[in-house]
């Protein structure tokens, strides 16, 4: 019989609290608007939400190759070093600082409407081409999703359930924008989008400093 039945407890991949306050950054990262977010919305002014939706789906067949190389990779580094990657971890909140830095002193200026022909290869392609082309992406999930690891469970399958976690996110979140393009273009002006990205930088400082506290203790 299995111990976890006998006592009437289930091991859980990670505490309910982590994932909570990890559900709620994601959120707060998918909503920035980014390179995926102006495709999205620019092909669903032009070519109309299908378009649109059909880049999500590109984008997200490429996030699931990032998330693996990042789940891989995380798994085999938190094996071989141990409680010495609480230091990964470190460098990683300091990046997410910094990166907050760079959107209060360069913030987005504006979601831009203007979408390119319709691509040889499809809408698909487009999608899938511009989120694998975007080196930042596997950085940023590197530096990110280790933050939320619990170093006493098992690795993959928290690794696994946040990466998938911030795809669901991402894809319910450029959903809404395919789906009320003509609203979001009206909305993402130039002052408006630079405040968005301004509190964003600050939610990143303020969410990096509280990681780096926490891994201190």
């Known amino acids: 019989m299995n111990p976890a ?4 407890q289930v091991s859980s991949p990670m505490s309910l609290q982590v994932y909570l306050a990890y559900i709620a950054a994601c959120v707060g990262l998918a909503l920035l608007p980014g390179p995926i977010v102006t495709l999205v919305i620019a092909n669903g002014l032009r070519h109309g939400t ?24 995380l798994t085999s580094l938190m094996a ?4 010495w990657f ?25 979601v831009e409407a203007e979408a390119p022909p319709p691509p040889r290869g499809g809408f698909f392609l487009q999608g899938f081409l511009v989120a694998l ?3 930042k992406l596997l950085v940023f999930f590197g530096a990110f999703i280790p933050q939320f690891v619990d170093m006493g469970r098992d690795h993959f399958p928290q690794v696994a359930i946040l990466g998938i976690t911030f795809m669901v996110v991402a894809g319910l979140t450029d959903g809404t924008y395919a789906l009320l393009a003509g609203r979001v273009r009206s909305f993402f ?20 400093v509280w990681l780096a506290l926490t891994r201190a203790r």
């Open 5 to 8: 039945m006998t006592t009437g």
């Open 50 to 73: 299908r378009a649109a939706l059909t880049n999500i789906a590109g984008v997200q067949a490429a996030m699931m190759i990032v998330i693996g190389i990042v789940a891989i990779g």
């Open 80 to 83: 071989t070093m141990g409680y």
């Open 86 to 110: 609480d230091w990964v971890r470190f460098a990683g909140a300091a990046y997410l600082v910094w990166l907050g830095i760079k959107l209060i002193r360069s913030p987005v200026e504006g």
């Open 133 to 135: 082309s975007n080196p």
């Open 189 to 208: 002006s130039a002052r408006r989008t630079r405040m968005m990205s301004r509190v964003s930088g600050g939610v990143m400082i303020g969410g990096g």
